[in-house]
């Protein structure tokens, strides 16, 4: 079945380091995008990516970083930089603007 | 700026009646889309329903309804004859008008719990 892959499900940060939070979807979607939720709150925009080799910041990039090698791959970063970063992190994609975001099941990212 | 507004934090429902969730949006645009999401407690978001901007009937999805009120800007889900499996937080989304982005503003969302 086709559909958003994000792993890890749950991951554990120390201080200090920085980790990579995995999506990948076979959709074959042009954009992908990624979100932040905290706890109790609605999604915020991290990036977004409408092209391979191409990605914007949305509303909260800083402390984070994208990369788009492939149509199918939009990993997500989360430097030293990012001072909170426990929070649900979601990952979307979607084939053109008037159609829905399909989301991953999503990646809960907590501090050690 | 464009913004959406819930108001409603949380919402009870009686099982097998219809609940309204209210949803509010501001935009300077002329071409927008409305989406509804459910996001169940293990977290996905689930797509519900969609309006555009330019829709004249209201849409609907099964037991889903978005009552689209153009004037008000309100976009208003109505979900019939409410099941034990609509427990959930719902959130309203807007597209972004200007440009071909897709991204999209969500409201902070409503959490509704039907009671047997």
């Known amino acids: 079945d086709g559909g958003i892959t994000q792993s890890p499900k749950y991951l554990f940060r120390k201080e200090g380091q920085n980790v990579t939070l995995s999506c990948e979807q076979n959709?074959?979607?042009?954009?992908m995008y990624w979100y932040r939720q905290d706890p109790g709150q609605g999604l915020r925009l991290i990036y977004y990516s409408q092209i391979v080799n191409d990605f914007q910041k949305g509303d909260i990039a800083e402390g984070y970083s994208v990369s788009r090698e492939k149509k199918e791959s939009f990993p997500l970063t989360v430097t030293s930089a990012q001072k909170n970063p426990t929070a649900f992190y979601l990952c979307?994609?979607?084939?053109?603007?008037?159609?829905?975001?399909?989301f991953g099941d999503g990646t809960r990212l907590s501090i050690l | 700026a464009q913004k959406i507004t819930q108001t409603q934090p949380g919402m009870f429902v009686q099982e097998k009646e219809a609940v309204t969730l209210d949803c509010t949006y501001d935009t300077s645009d002329q071409s927008y889309g409305l989406f509804w999401y459910k996001q169940p407690s293990s977290g996905e978001m689930i797509f519900l329903i969609y309006?555009?901007?330019?829709?004249?009937q209201n849409a609907t999805e099964g037991r889903y309804s978005l009552n689209f009120q153009k004037a008000r800007k309100s976009a208003n889900l109505v979900i019939s004859a409410s099941q034990l499996g609509d427990s959930a937080m719902y959130f309203c989304?807007?597209?972004?008008?200007?440009?071909?982005?897709?991204?999209?503003?969500f409201g902070q969302g409503t959490t509704l719990q039907v009671k047997p």
């Open positions: 959709l074959n979607h042009d954009a």
């Open positions: 309006q555009g901007s330019y829709d004249e």
């Open positions: 979307a994609s979607r084939v053109y603007s008037n159609q829905p975001q399909h």
């Open positions: 989304a807007m597209r972004e008008g200007s440009g071909n982005t897709g991204k999209l503003i």
